[in-house]
């Protein structure tokens, strides 16, 4: 059984090298066997047992752990054994490598990291920084990285350093190195879809900028590179970059007169929205006041015609005991309500039937 444990700065990239090595056939870590713990409880656990304030900028030293968590170390690995390669991402491992190493001989290590520029970029790019937390962001870095520069040095042998950019470049250069240093049967992969944040070049650049004169990020870079098993072996490629930044500043000047433009169109739009609603509030208002002037004269004609038949039921009372009466004066009242009906307008369809429906039944009482 190798395990592999693959750790770095929050920002240094260190889940797309883990994407890479999952991809050739390393396995994901499982639950523990007895407790059902999983890796990513097994290190809060730690950090909330020992006080330890991790976020993901925030360094902290090193921890040394007492033998419960060996316990339940080897209740991992045993939730595994049946992987023949397995491992884990997390940026607490840096802080735990001495523990993990002390765990098992088979346990290795890939420590990533990536150029200070691009870890201040990232944390610019995500809103995570202010101008004045960039030092704090460069200590975090070189906290890090001096961490895993350490334990690199004690432990050449179960180790590999890599650049997180470099892997990405050339992922089965990563398999390879992994297959040989660790005795591993890693396949290579032919196709690399990692879910890698992208710094741009504006923000890479612009970060560059501001740590020229942090010569102790500058120093420890140049020291990672020299010793890394995947390093960058580009000499510079700052002219490329700035071409590429400008380009990057020129486009972003066009999107926002874009944007602004249509801004302008969208508040166009709104504005003849607005006066068409108020239009149509005016339409519905008055509307409103027809309908009630109608009302008010269909009530009116619904009276008249009941004081007609009243009227003309009290003259014709008399007559009332005669049948032949009674069925003539039947269909005079129905004619009399046709043509009740004759005065009410077409548009009216709704009131036009409950009104036909209110004097059939009074004239056929």
């Known amino acids: 059984m190798k395990i592999l444990v693959i750790c770095g700065h929050p920002n240094s990239d260190f889940e797309g090298v883990q994407e890479i090595l999952n991809l050739a056939g390393l396995g994901l870590p499982k639950p523990s066997r007895h407790e059902l713990i999983s890796l990513n409880d097994f290190h809060e656990k730690i950090f909330k047992s020992y006080d330890l304030e991790l976020n993901h900028l925030d360094p902290i030293a090193p921890t040394k752990l007492g033998k419960i968590w060996q316990y339940l170390a080897i209740d991992l690995f045993m939730g595994n054994m049946e992987q023949p390669n397995w ?62 520069l350490r334990f690199y040095k004690q432990n050449p042998e179960r180790c590999l350093l890599v650049n997180a950019m470099i892997t990405r470049e050339d992922p089965n250069n990563l398999v390879k190195k992994a297959n040989a240093t660790f005795a591993m049967e890693l396949s290579e992969i032919s196709i690399v879809n990692t879910n890698v944040e992208s710094v741009t070049f504006i923000a890479e650049t612009l970060s560059k900028t501001l740590i020229e004169d942090n010569h102790q990020a500058n120093n420890l870079y140049r020291e990672l590179e020299s010793l890394a098993d995947i390093a960058n072996t580009v000499v510079s490629v700052n002219k490329v970059n700035h071409r590429r930044a400008f380009e990057e500043f020129i486009a972003l000047l066009n999107d926002i007169e874009s944007l602004k433009l249509k801004n302008s169109q969208d508040s166009q739009y709104i504005k003849q929205l607005e006066w068409k609603q108020i239009d149509l509030e005016a339409e519905l208002q008055k509307l409103a006041g027809l309908n009630d002037d109608r009302d008010k004269m269909n009530h009116q004609r619904i009276a008249l015609i009941q004081k007609l038949m009243q009227a003309r039921d009290e003259k014709n009372a008399p007559l009332f005991d005669n049948a032949d009466f009674n069925e003539t004066y ?36």
């Open 87 to 148: 491992g884990w991402a997390d940026n607490k491992s840096a802080w735990l490598l001495d523990f993990w190493k002390d765990q098992d001989p088979q346990v290795s290590f890939v420590l990533v990291y990536s150029a200070p520029e691009t870890v201040l970029g990232k944390a610019m790019v995500r809103g995570d920084v202010q101008s004045s937390e960039i030092d704090f962001v460069l200590a975090s870095w070189i906290a890090y990285q001096a961490e895993i």
């Open 330 to 365: 039947k269909d005079q009242r129905l004619s009399t309500c046709d043509l009740a009906m004759d005065l009410i307008p077409d548009n009216q369809q709704q009131e036009d039937d409950e009104l036909d429906q209110y004097l059939f039944y009074n004239l056929n009482l």
